[in-house]
């Protein structure tokens, strides 16, 4: 029970961590959009400052959405099977075309 009860400790710990950074970057955000508004106002003015802004703000978030959504299968569960068959619809030079590359893959495969 104790590995238990230490691996809580552990999560919860980073979760207090983790939480609390994100706070901060909240906070150090704000700052920022508050710097960047009274330097940009004198310049630009209020309405391309505002524009200004909330581009910046969408572009960061369209960012987050899109790294966020992005799939990397490394899981090797999503590997295919080598030693089953290629199912290929097409003609017959391409379902040999198929076969000799997943035998030279196989090959590799017992090489490593």
């Not at 909330?54 to 299968?73: E, F, Q």
Request: with cysteine.
């Amino acid at each position: 029970m104790l590995g238990i009860e230490q691996k809580v400790a552990r999560t919860a710990k980073r979760a207090g961590l983790l939480s609390g950074g994100l706070l901060l970057c909240a906070v150090g955000t704000g700052f920022l959009t508050i710097a960047g508004w009274l330097a940009l106002v004198p310049m630009v003015g209020m309405q391309v400052t505002a524009a200004i802004i909330a581009a910046i703000y969408l572009g960061a978030g369209l960012i987050c959405v899109g790294v966020s959504t992005h799939r990397t299968d490394h899981d090797s569960s999503t590997q295919p099977d080598p030693v089953a068959p290629l199912e290929t619809k097409g003609p017959p030079v391409m379902q040999a075309f198929m076969y000799g590359l997943q035998a030279g893959s196989q090959a590799e495969q017992r090489r490593h």
